[in-house]
């Protein structure tokens, strides 16, 4: 993608709409787009005497013919998205105007761009870091209220903001002590290691609680999975409906109706939730119901939260009790929803003896078939993520490449502490502390980044951006 050429796509999604929006950039972009640009009121008026930030009615123009009339919005370098001049023509939503333009800007040797290849030539000309540019991406893609807020703090640079401070800390050292070298015969010491020692203690505890936010973003991010599980005939399949307020799954009265995980996604207050009706759990009949109930074990590994469901009126507190200690055991948020209460009283419903043992677990009576209580549910829901996320730290990191970015640094601080306890030469903790600064530095790109790591990032956005 490394060019100084002048590229062109469509910016606005394919498809016939009242408008399209296509982008131009690069150092001939004005000079290009003024051949086959005609002023709506002044033949003679030219494209490359406009100011930048500026917009202009006219035509699209093929030799003497007209294609549309469009308006033509000029900005010049390096005041504009990429840092290069740009040019952005609004022709009519024709599929036909729109091939057309393209063509036209091909025949003046404007060519067409590769996909995320505006943003990069962003993120190359300084207009903002790599994590900024990833989190365009993410906004792009952002389908729910949580997931757009995360992104846009990024794209702002909150993110990259903390990083590039541990990394200026770190600098400020890595100097001190390649300076010592330079002074070794001198023996005389420029860093303070006790600082430094304090200064890598308060670089773990805020690169490991950026790396624990990764659990909550990515879920954030990607929606919440919610598991329903429980006893055939508990009324999943009726659970999941009434939440989604539809008859998406089969409900029948005969049990292992459900063989196979439904999943389904509802926003509750912004948030994503991907909810997955699982087969019931029990000694399977046949092969296919045997391959159902492994599926259902596999959502509830996968799963952030798990609706554990059961017939109020047949199951037993030690049933309950089993149950609830099994998944409780595996880490997640946990919710004990007597269902089926219809003609019960809470009191009779959720035993004072389970709520006792299982303090941690969110207990709740509903009838599904009647929607009771399923308001309260979905409010429970979006309360425990709140919770979740209100113990994480201000930044939520949802990439899995700062994830990993983020381990190395904290794995290669280890060793400097190693090696400062070891009192290792200042040579062998330089070597670590650069390596360290390789690790923090390949999140927002202030490394020298390898060509592949960029080509994967900037290949998975939409053409035009």
């Not at 939260?305 to 109020?312: H, T």
């Amino acid at each position: 993608m490394i060019s100084n050429d002048t590229i062109c796509a469509l910016a606005t999604a394919n498809g016939m709409g009242a408008i399209a929006v296509l982008r131009v950039s690069g150092p001939e972009a004005i000079s290009k787009v003024a051949q086959i640009y005609q002023s709506k009121f002044n033949k003679n008026k030219s494209l490359m005497d406009a100011a930048s930030h500026t917009i202009h009615l006219g035509y699209v123009m093929d030799g003497e013919t007209i294609i549309d009339e469009a308006l033509f919005s000029i900005f010049k370098n390096p005041h504009s998205y990429t840092g290069e001049d740009v040019v952005e023509i609004s022709t009519h939503g024709s599929i036909y105007i729109q091939q057309k333009v393209l063509e036209l800007l091909n025949k003046v040797g404007i060519r067409n761009a590769n996909p995320g290849e505006y943003t990069f030539r962003a993120f190359w000309n300084g207009k903002m870091d790599l994590t900024q540019a990833e989190a365009v991406a993410d906004l792009i893609t952002s389908d729910s209220k949580a997931s757009h807020e995360i992104a846009i703090k990024q794209m702002r640079g909150g993110f990259s903001n903390q990083i590039k401070d541990l990394r200026e800390q770190m600098i400020n050292f890595a100097a001190l002590i390649e300076l010592e070298l330079d002074f070794s015969e001198e023996d005389v010491a420029f860093a303070d290691r006790g600082q430094f020692y304090t200064l890598l203690n308060n670089l773990q505890q805020l690169l490991k609680r950026l790396a624990d936010s990764f659990a909550f973003g990515n879920v954030i991010k990607n929606g919440v999975p919610v598991a329903i599980v429980g006893a055939p005939n508990a009324g999943k399949s009726t659970l999941l409906n009434a939440l989604l307020n539809e008859e998406r799954a089969i409900v029948s009265d005969i049990e292992g109706t459900t063989r196979d995980t439904i999943e389904e996604t509802l926003y509750i207050e912004g948030v994503g939730f991907r909810f997955i009706d699982t087969a019931g759990i029990r000694e399977a009949g046949d092969q296919i119901e045997r391959i159902g109930i492994e599926k259902t074990f596999e959502k509830i590994a996968d799963a952030t939260i798990v609706l554990f469901l059961y017939d109020a009126n047949i199951t037993s507190d030690n049933q309950i009790s089993q149950q609830l200690d099994a998944l409780n055991s595996k880490g997640k948020i946990v919710f004990n929803i007597a269902n089926k209460v219809d003609v019960l009283s809470e009191e009779q419903v959720i035993s004072d003896a389970i709520q006792e043992e299982f303090k941690d677990v969110i207990h709740l009576p509903i009838s599904a078939k009647d929607g009771y209580q399923i308001d309260e549910l979905k409010q429970q829901l979006i309360r425990q993520i709140q919770l979740k996320g209100s113990s994480q730290d201000d930044t939520i990191v949802t990439n899995s490449r700062h994830l990993e970015a983020l381990q190395n640094t904290l794995m290669q601080i280890g060793k400097i502490k190693q090696g400062m306890d070891m009192e290792i030469p200042g040579d062998l903790l330089a070597m670590d502390i650069r390596e360290a600064l390789h690790y923090l530095g390949q999140i927002t790109g202030e490394i020298d980044v390898d060509q592949d790591i960029l080509g994967t990032i900037f290949g998975k956005f939409c053409i035009g951006k």
